[in-house]
C-alpha cells in the first residue's frame, strides 16, 4: 500500500513557466513533508521541506502548498529553467516523537523544462 | 557540511563474488541508512541504522548483510548477488534519537552504481 501518492509521473514545462508535483497522504500521523531532487546517477537532494503548521513555504523559486484538511502537498517550481530538469520525489515522515524518521517516497516525478 | 560519501562509484561484480560497499558521515549523525532504487522509482528502504544498532531490515535477502562499524560508517557486504540486484545503492544519515534539533532530515550518499553479471 502506498502511504504517498504523487502526480503526474511525467512533466514537461517550457523555460520560464511554473511546474507543479500534487502529492498526496492518508496517514494523519505524518508531520514532515520534505521534497528530494535527483538529478541522472546521482543520489536524492534536500530541496525544500514543510511541516503541517504552516500553508506554505518558499525558497527562491520553489514553494511548497500545504492542505492539510485534504492532506495534499504541492511543489510549485516559479520561472522554471532547463537546469531544474530532474526527477523530484515527495515524502512523509512520522518525525515529532520519533528516534527516527523514517520516509515514505511518492513514486517521483519526471521534470523536463524546454529551452 | 551535508556531506555523505560512498566507495565505490560504480561495482561490476559475479554472481560468486564478495564485494563491499562503504558509506561514510562527518556530521555526527547518529541514523545511518542503507537503500536501494531501480530505473525511474523511488529510493527502497533495506536497513537501517540507529546507534550502531540495526534498528529496521525490510526483510532484506541475506546476501545483504549491513555492518555498522562506528557511528561514522556504514557498510554493505554483498555475497552471491543475483542479476536483479542490479541497481544504484545509495547511503543516507540523519541526526537520528529523540533529543535533536529540527526535523530528522535525511541526506543522501552519490550512490554506487551495481552490476551484477
Known amino acids: 500500500q502506498q502511504q504517498v501518492k504523487q502526480s503526474p509521473q511525467s512533466l514537461i514545462v517550457q523555460k520560464g513557466g511554473i511546474s507543479i508535483i500534487n502529492c498526496a497522504y492518508e496517514?494523519?500521523?505524518?508531520?514532515?513533508f520534505p521534497w528530494y531532487q535527483q538529478f541522472p546517477g546521482k543520489g536524492p537532494a534536500l530541496l525544500i521541506a514543510?511541516?503541517?503548521?504552516?500553508s506554505e513555504k518558499k525558497e527562491g523559486r520553489f514553494t511548497i502548498s500545504f492542505n492539510k484538511s485534504a492532506k495534499q502537498f504541492s511543489l510549485h517550481i516559479m520561472d522554471s529553467q532547463p537546469g531544474d530538469s530532474a526527477t523530484y520525489f515527495c515524502a512523509a515522515s512520522r518525525d515529532r516523537g520519533s528516534t527516527l524518521g523514517r520516509l515514505y517516497f511518492g513514486r517521483g516525478t519526471q521534470l523536463t523544462v524546454w529551452p | 557540511d551535508t556531506e555523505v560519501t560512498q566507495t565505490p562509484k560504480h561495482l561490476v561484480m559475479g554472481m560468486t563474488n564478495k564485494k563491499s560497499l562503504k558509506c561514510e558521515q562527518h556530521?555526527?549523525?547518529?541514523?545511518m541508512y542503507w537503500y536501494k532504487q531501480k530505473a525511474k522509482k523511488p529510493p527502497e528502504l533495506m536497513f537501517v541504522y540507529s546507534y550502531e544498532k540495526l534498528s529496521i531490515n525490510e526483510s532484506v535477502p541475506s546476501r545483504f548483510s549491513p555492518e555498522c562499524p562506528n557511528s561514522s560508517l556504514l557498510n554493505l557486504h554483498l555475497h552471491a548477488l543475483q542479476p536483479e540486484d542490479s541497481a544504484l545503492y545509495l547511503c543516507a544519515s540523519s541526526q537520528g534519537g529523540l533529543r535533536r534539533e529540527g526535523p530528522d532530515t535525511q541526506y543522501f550518499g552519490p550512490g554506487t552504481r551495481l552490476t551484477v553479471l
Open positions: 514543510i511541516r503541517p503548521d504552516v
Open positions: 496517514n494523519t500521523a505524518f508531520d514532515y
Open positions: 556530521m555526527g549523525h547518529r541514523a
